[in-house]
């Protein structure tokens, strides 16, 4: 096989407005490997902020409702080189983002992928489904409109649907998936104690969620991306077909390299992870 064959992309942990170190890593790792690549898949909270307004329909404390870096792509005054594909998470500007809740390029090269969707790209299959679970709005029908945004607490916006779960689900014969939260039931005795030492009062039930374990079970993707938790985590998840989905849990982008994947795609579509 040819090297020149392969095609390579970057997956990215919550990002918080910090696009320009997010770039510096994707540039690093082409300066320091000679290739290039294709498209970044990044798994939420990204904050996507244009200006003052959008920070008002954002759930977070005051202190974290920061613009970021991502004014100077949407204004113009700096482009981002790759194409990138993200879902929401649970801090977001859903006052804006909700604006496209099919998804929509919102900036040259950011391409926001709604609250759920599937697209194709280099040949793989991939869906994403924006959002976390909060029991109380799972079932929600509908769940509130931008318009209704100055009615509503922002943490309406921010747990995915019960139906937008069915539609995922529908989607079948997934390549990639996209989640913010982990799925439930993955983390180890090991990983969990290294977990503790961040969130003293983490256990094994309340890391990760039942429907993002359901996702994996039914689609059977053969990559799973996650963020949320900011740890570097992977697991490999046997369904009961005995078909394998590798899971990478992402960092933040503040934490350096462990925000970092990059994966190889083959001719035959196999993706294996390099770095």
Not at 124 to 135: D, F, N, P, Q, R
Request: charged share 25%; glycine share 8%.
């Amino acid at each position: 096989m040819l090297e020149e064959e392969n095609l390579y992309f970057a997956a990215v942990g919550d990002v918080h407005g910090h696009i320009y170190r997010m770039l510096g890593l994707l540039q690093n790792w082409e300066k320091k490997t000679g290739k290039s690549l294709s498209f970044v898949l990044q798994v939420g909270d990204f904050e996507a902020h244009r200006h003052e307004e959008d920070l008002k329909t954002m759930d977070a404390p005051t202190k974290y409702k920061q613009l970021g870096d991502f004014t100077d792509f949407y204004e113009g005054r700096a482009r981002f080189p790759y194409p990138l594909y993200f879902i929401g998470g649970n801090h977001e500007s859903y006052g804006f983002l909700d604006q496209h809740i099919k998804g929509k390029e919102i900036a040259p090269n950011f391409n926001y992928l709604g609250r759920v969707n599937a697209i194709k790209l280099a040949g793989l299959k991939i869906v994403g489904v924006s959002g976390v679970y909060k029991a109380d709005l799972f079932s929600q029908l509908p769940r509130p409109t931008v318009a209704e945004f100055r009615n509503h607490s922002n943490k309406e916006y921010i747990g995915f649907l019960e139906s937008e779960i069915e539609q995922a689900i529908d989607y079948e014969n997934t390549d990639v998936l996209l989640l913010h939260d982990w799925p439930r039931g993955i983390i180890s005795a090991e990983a969990l104690e290294k977990f503790k030492q961040r969130y003293s009062n983490a256990d094994y039930n309340s890391i990760g969620n039942e429907y993002a374990r359901l996702l994996i079970e039914i689609l059977q993707p053969k990559l799973v991306l996650c963020g949320h938790l900011h740890f570097k985590y992977r697991y490999v998840f046997n369904s009961s077909s005995q078909l394998v989905s590798n899971i990478c849990c992402l960092a933040n982008v503040k934490q350096g390299q462990d925000s970092l994947a990059v994966f190889r795609i083959a001719p035959d579509l196999k993706i294996t992870e390099i770095n």
